[in-house]
C-alpha cells in the first residue's frame, strides 16, 4: 500500500482545503505583523509551486499531480482565480500555464567560495489570501468527497489521492466525523485516501504535532480531527525525518495549534509522495531565508 | 552481445542491458550506458529524475567520458564535468523557457556517475575506476563479490547520495565524495556497472552468497525480460536499469 509510482499513465490528486473564514484575517500569536490568511496564500502558492517544479522535464510540466485548491468561509469555492477557477481538479501542467501573475526578485545563494551572488527568482501566485464569514468546514469536506468520487472513477489505480486541510478554528455547520471518515474510506488499488488535518491557532497554546495517540490533545474538537486524519504511511513519515520533524510509527498527518513553521511542514510533508520526495541536493546550497 | 577486445594475451566479452522503469517509454529513460572498446572505457550514467534536462546530461557524461583519454584523477575528472556542464548550460541559454523551466534549469542538472578504464595490454591486466552517486561497480571472481563501490551494501540505497552537477558551484563541493579506486584482474574475472536499482538487486543475492550471472546465462533480450519479470515480483524496484557486464578472458593462443 501507498508504493504505487506516480505517472502519467496513474498520476494521483492532491486537494488543497484551505479554511477561509473571516478570523483567518487573525494575525498568528506572537507575530502582529502577519496575517494567517496572508501566511497560508503564500505557503500554498510555494506548494504549487515545488509541485509544477517537481514535474517538469526540460521544458514540459508532466501531469503526475492533478490538483485542486478549495477554499471555505462565505462559500464553499475553488481558491483559484481567473481560468482555473470554473475546473474542478486540474492537471498539473495546466495549473503552471495559468498563475495569476509571476513575481520577479533575487536570491542569495552560494558562489562556491566563501561569498555569496544574487541570482534572479520568479514566484507565481496562483491564490490571493482571502478571509470572510463562517466555518463551513462538512460542507467543504462533503465538496471534497464529490470531487474525489468522480476522480477515483476515472483513476482507479495508482497513489491515491492526498487531501491537505488546514482551519484555525471549529466547524460552523455540524460536526465533520461522518465526512472525514467518508473521505477516509474512498480509495484507490495502492490505498485508501489519506486526509492530513493542521489546525492552526491565535492563541498561545502547546502545539501538538503529527500524535499517535489522543492523549496529549486538548479537547473534543482535537479529538475529533484527529481521528479524521490519516496515519502517516513510510515515505511521509521517511520525508518528515528529513525535515528533523518527530515521528513514530502511527503517528498521524495532524496538527493542533500550529505555528508557521508547523504550516510550512505540514505541506511539505504532505506532498512528499512515493517516488517524488525531492533529492536533498535540490536547495541544499540555497541560503537559508 | 560482442566479444571483440583485441589485445595481447586478452580478450573482452562486453554485453550490456538498458531498460527504461516500467510503464514509461525508451525516449524516457533516464540511464545511459557508455562503451569504448578503442580507449578502454566503460561508463554507466543515471539522471536525477527530478533535475532538469537529467536525460541529456546523463547521455553527455556516459557517452564523452568514454570518448576521452585523460588521466583518471579527480582534478581532471571535475575540469572534465564543468566543461560538460558548461557545454550543456550553453545549450539551455539558446532556449526561451517558461517560468517553470527557467526555474528548474536554474538548479541545474544531476546524474550519478561510475566509468571504469581498464588495461588489457600487459600481462596483468588491471582497471581504475571513477563514481560518484550510486551508480557502482563491482569486481568479481568465481563468484565472490572482490569489491564495490562507491556503495558496498545494499542497504545504503535508500540515501540521497551526492550527484555529479552541471553546475560549477555544486560540482566543486561534491569533490570530497569522488570515489577513485583501481584492482587487478584474473582470467574469467567479471566487473559489473549498474545503475543504482539493479545494483541494489545484485547487492542483496551477494549478501545471501547467491552470484546472481543474468548475463551469463542469457542473451540480452533475455536478460532484459529476466529483470522485468523481477520488477513484475516486486524484487527490483521499478526504476530504469542500466547493466554492463565485462568479462575478462584469456586468449586463446591455439
Known sequence: MYSAQITRANPTCVVLLIDQSASMSDPFSGDSARKKADFVAEVVNHTLHDLVIRCTKTEEVRNYYHVAVLGYGRQVWSAFAGPLASREIIPIADVADHPLQIKSSYKRVSDGASGWVEIPVRFPVWIHPTADGKTPMCEALTRVKQLLERWLAQHPRGFPPTVLHLTDGESSDGEPFDIGQQIMSLGTDDGNVLLFNCHISSRRAAKVEYPSDESLLPDGFARTLYKISSPLPQSFLAAAAQLGVHTVDGSRGFVFNGDPSSIVQFYEIGTSLTGMTPYRWMDEITEPE | ?254
Open chain 2, 1 to 254: 552481445m560482442s566479444s571483440v577486445k583485441q589485445s595481447a594475451g586478452w580478450e573482452l566479452r562486453t554485453q550490456q542491458v538498458l531498460l527504461p522503469k516500467s510503464g514509461f517509454e525508451e525516449s524516457e529513460c533516464e540511464d545511459f550506458i557508455g562503451i569504448n572498446e578503442q580507449t578502454g572505457r566503460f561508463a554507466v550514467a543515471d539522471g536525477a529524475t527530478e533535475a532538469f534536462d537529467a536525460r541529456n546530461w546523463a547521455q553527455r557524461l556516459a557517452e564523452n567520458w568514454v570518448r576521452n583519454d585523460s588521466a583518471l584523477t579527480s582534478e581532471t575528472f571535475h575540469d572534465w564535468v564543468a566543461g560538460e556542464g558548461a557545454a550543456l548550460h550553453s545549450a539551455w541559454s539558446q532556449l526561451t523557457l517558461p517560468w517553470y523551466a527557467e526555474e528548474k534549469a536554474r538548479k541545474g542538472s544531476f546524474a550519478a556517475f561510475v566509468g571504469v578504464e581498464l588495461d588489457l595490454h600487459s600481462d596483468a591486466p588491471s582497471w581504475k575506476a571513477i563514481a560518484l552517486g550510486d551508480a557502482c561497480l563491482f569486481h568479481c571472481r568465481a563468484g565472490e563479490l572482490l569489491k564495490s563501490l562507491p556503495v558496498s551494501s545494499s542497504a545504503d540505497f535508500n540515501s540521497a547520495p551526492l550527484l555529479v552537477a552541471s553546475d560549477p558551484v555544486i560540482n566543486k563541493t561534491s569533490a570530497d565524495s569522488l570515489v577513485i579506486d583501481s584492482g587487478r584482474c584474473q582470467p574469467n574475472d567479471i566487473l559489473f556497472l549498474l545503475s543504482d536499482a539493479a545494483a541494489a538487486w545484485y547487492l542483496e543475492r551477494f549478501e545471501r552468497n547467491d552470484f546472481p550471472d543474468i548475463l551469463r546465462d542469457n542473451d540480452e533480450p533475455n536478460a532484459a525480460k529476466f529483470f522485468e519479470n523481477e520488477r513484475v515480483a516486486g524484487r527490483i524496484r521499478n526504476d530504469d536499469i542500466a547493466v554492463i557486464r565485462l568479462e575478462i578472458q584469456q586468449r586463446s593462443t591455439s
